[in-house]
């Protein structure tokens, strides 16, 4: 909340809105004095949704109508291309939940088309089982999509909550989706993206397939839509890994319903065992294993499947898909002979705890054309700047999470204490329990259709695009070689917890080791990613065993550990490159950038994509005439000290200027993004952007990488070969206590923005859980370098182990 706003600001703000009269505005002129207990009130006696009340506290009064027809009341989600609204037909007193796009992706060839072939595809039936599509509109000359509202919860939101369903449930479930399925193979659509995310279920137990984004058109279907399919979606791999049939992964615009059918099955999957198909792996690992292995039998997770129930799944999910149902209405009936009696409706625990009915409709009066033109004056006393919420809203608009300046008490607060403050109040009918925090407000509840659709890409659906050459080229590393490090893993006393926090670089790789080494030694690791800067703020405050750093602690900070704890010992865990990803859509090639273009970009000296300077680069790439949105972390970050150390090191005017550190002054404003996933869902959702980000999250998202050109003048691809080849020309000069750098590397194969994270650790541990922290930290660089590759990260050198065996010999545990 601005601190200037008052209560009768705030009052003016929510006049100059739309959303209320004076003749409802009129009573809380006597209201509260402080503007966040008036929004409560007026959240409270349902005249405001939380959303709408925490916008406006923010002094944001415009955009909260769509055309004359359609009033904000919620965002339901949003994603690389857009966002999904929870509105009220003002017209017709209802509910519906609107697509918009983004404004900045109207002007991309192709997206307008694609969005509306969604919407063709949508509206092309007319069936109970599928989400049905109203209308398709403009608001100031941004397209949007009308969609049914269905007051319920993903079958992937239901399992992730409840744990499995029973097996007579989850195949009536999945029977529903099949007859579904049916409906849309009669007018020549495949949907080519189901899994439990896009199955929706609401409170009477029916089922709806969501999310046509990808769907294909067969048969008169594609003349009809002038083969949209093919134009847009050529050398991409659509639909979602975890479910994706194998020929889906071969010719994404070649297959047929058997694909549905292949990915209904992984559904069956998930909601009978509540594991994705194939657990853990990298995007490469997926498609492959979809194409030679099978899951782990649901019986064996759940011997209360039937083996009829488990032959049903097999059956729908062969590898051929002449070995299939060749149908949806086969899968429909091989469910039919198994039981004829249907589910019961979900329990109301299960169910969102705010129903639909509990928004208040008809509030508002027909919005003046001020109104929806956004010309309204500003109320005269200061707020925050008025950045609408509806389709004029900027691309990188703040999220309802933003914080505000002060709190119902008049003093700072986060955004998250009014967000609790205002959302507390969201009513409930009597027949309801009252929710029981913050998570259970009305955004909770609206995430009945909060499935965004694929050509949004918000982690469901993902439009994934063909990986880089340079990737599907990269020379295999050979296995470590052997060494005279530690033997099998000895198990020690069970109930021994290593806590460990910082780096997102290195999570992935954490996360896999601690699932290994529980098992074998019976060591538990609970490592959470914070960034960098804060896990090394953790260690220092003594509240983790070790942190996580992609950047080495400095010399002050190894004073300021050793006051606290001691000297401290830096375990070199993993090596990775920092890769520069951006969002140029239509451009297939693999891009090139020299050292003096990438810290020009982000010095602010080149700010257009059609630069001569990058044209001179890439000869043969027709850039567009589109401005370059930098994006860079906001947290304390080891990846922004590698990418930093990089610029520094080749760009003499950064190193006098923002220079080296977890957190700079960046030159340019851009954009923020917190953790590397973070920043990769940033650069995907911004059309123009350009970003830096570690290798493996940008292979997760699907986000193309530039080819970096490195001292010796080679365009070098960040692959693990090149990035071994960079740490074993710099480790000659490592020092001692292993905090070296070798960004920049010389040698023709080494990748120039290449980086290490370290395990810090005291050389002091306590009897206990000291023994068990460096045995495990040195079977992680000895047996647990094995599994690197499998993560995209580069194994550590022999002759760096060596070193890093000594300096956990200078470790020591006592009292």
Not at 185 to 206: F, T, Y
Not at 471 to 494: A, E, T
Not at 602 to 620: E, M, V
Request: glycine residues 8%; contains cysteine.
């Amino acid at each position: 909340m601005p601190p200037t706003q008052t209560r009768d600001t705030f009052l003016t703000l929510v006049e100059r809105s739309g959303l209320l009269g004076p003749e409802r505005i009129g009573a809380y002129r006597e209201g509260p004095e402080n503007p966040v207990e008036l929004a409560r009130a007026l959240v409270r006696d349902r005249l405001l949704t939380p959303y709408q009340a925490q916008q406006l506290l923010r002094g944001k009064y415009r955009g909260y109508f769509l055309t004359e027809k359609y009033k904000v009341l919620d965002e339901l989600g949003r994603g690389g291309m857009g966002r999904v609204l929870l509105c009220e037909h003002l017209l017709l007193q209802k509910l519906v939940a609107l697509k918009l796009l983004n404004s900045s992706w109207t002007n991309v060839p192709g997206t307008a088309e694609r969005f509306l072939r969604e919407a063709r595809a949508s509206a092309a039936v007319d069936h109970p089982n599928i989400v049905r599509v109203y209308d398709v509109d403009r608001a100031a000359g941004v397209p949007f999509m009308v969609m049914e509202f269905v007051d319920g919860k993903n079958l992937h939101q239901l399992v992730a909550e409840h744990g499995p369903l029973a097996p007579a449930r989850a195949a009536e479930y999945v029977r529903q989706a099949a007859v579904g399925l049916e409906a849309a193979r009669s007018v020549g659509l495949v949907h080519r993206d189901i899994k439990p995310a896009n199955l929706l279920l609401d409170r009477a137990g029916v089922i709806r397939l969501a999310d046509l984004g990808l769907a294909r058109f067969l048969g008169d279907a594609i003349r009809r839509n002038e083969n949209l399919t093919q134009q847009f979606d050529p050398n991409s791999v659509l639909g979602t890994l975890d479910f994706i049939a194998p020929e889906q992964a071969d010719n994404s615009s070649a297959v047929d319903i058997r694909a549905d059918i292949y990915s209904l099955g992984h559904t069956l999957y998930y909601l009978l065992t509540g594991k994705m198909p194939f657990g853990n792996g990298s995007t490469a690992q997926k498609l492959m294993w979809h194409q030679l292995r099978h899951p782990e039998p649901p019986s064996v997770l759940r011997p209360e499947v039937s083996a009829e129930l488990e032959a049903v799944f097999r059956r729908m999910t062969e590898k051929d898909p002449g070995d299939r149902y060749q149908t949806p209405a086969e899968v429909v009936a091989a469910f039919r002979a198994l039981s004829s009696v249907p589910a019961p409706p979900p329990s109301p625990e299960e169910m969102p705890r705010v129903r639909a009915d509990s928004f208040l409709l008809g509030l508002s009066p027909p919005p003046s054309q001020a109104v929806l033109s956004g010309s309204v004056p500003a109320p005269p006393t200061p707020t925050t700047t008025d950045t609408a919420v509806g389709p004029s809203l900027p691309a990188k608009a703040a999220s309802p999470s933003s914080s505000h300046p002060a709190g119902g008490d008049g003093q700072p607060a986060s955004g998250s204490d009014v967000l609790r403050s205002v959302r507390a109040e969201v009513p409930n009918p009597p027949a309801e329990p009252a929710p029981s925090g913050p998570a259970r407000g009305s955004r909770r509840v609206l995430l009945a259709f909060v499935v965004l659709l694929g050509a949004l890409g918000t982690g469901g659906a993902v439009w994934f695009l063909s990986p880089p050459k340079e990737v599907v080229k990269d020379k295999p590393l050979p296995p470590p070689p052997p060494d005279s490090g530690p033997g099998p893993v000895v198990p020690v006393p069970s109930g021994v917890v290593l806590t460990g926090e910082g780096s997102s670089f290195v999570d992935p790789m954490m996360q896999h080791w601690a699932g290994l080494y529980q098992p074998a030694a019976g060591v538990t690791v609970k490592y959470t990613k914070s960034g960098s800067s804060a896990g090394v703020r953790a260690l220092l405050d003594k509240r983790v065993m070790f942190s996580g750093t992609d950047a080495h602690l400095t010399n002050a900070q190894l004073l300021e550990a050793e006051a606290i704890g001691g000297p401290v010992v830096h375990v070199p865990l993993v090596m990775g490159a920092v890769v520069v990803t951006y969002n140029l859509p239509g451009e297939k090639k693999t891009l090139r950038f020299n050292s003096a273009v990438l810290a020009d970009i982000y010095l602010g000296k080149i700010t257009k994509w059609n630069d001569d300077a990058l044209r001179a680069c890439n000869p043969g790439v027709a850039f567009p005439n589109l401005p370059i949105t930098v994006a860079h972390r906001k947290d304390g970050s080891g990846t922004t000290f590698i990418w930093t150390d990089y610029l520094s090191k080749v760009s003499g005017e950064w190193k006098a200027g923002p220079g080296v550190g977890n957190v700079i002054q960046w030159p340019v404003e851009g954009v923020g993004a917190d953790k590397n996933d973070g920043m990769a869902n940033e650069v995907r959702r911004t059309v123009g952007a350009i970003g830096y980000v570690e290798h493996g999250f940008a292979l997760t998202k699907n986000l193309p990488f530039a080819n970096i050109e490195n001292e010796a003048g080679e365009y070098v691809a960040p692959t693990l070969a090149s990035v071994t080849a960079a740490a074993a020309a710099e480790l000659q000069t490592c020092p001692a206590d292993l905090r070296f750098r070798f960004t920049n590397a010389r040698g023709r194969e080494s990748y120039p923005i290449s980086g290490i994270t370290w395990a810090v650790l005291y050389k002091k541990q306590p009897a206990g859980t000291g023994k068990p922290l460096v045995e495990f930290l040195r079977w992680a660089v000895h047996d647990g370098q094995k599994y690197a590759t499998d993560l995209q990260y580069a194994p550590l050198p022999p002759a760096l182990v060596k070193r890093i065996d000594a300096v956990l010999d200078t470790v020591t545990v006592g009292p």
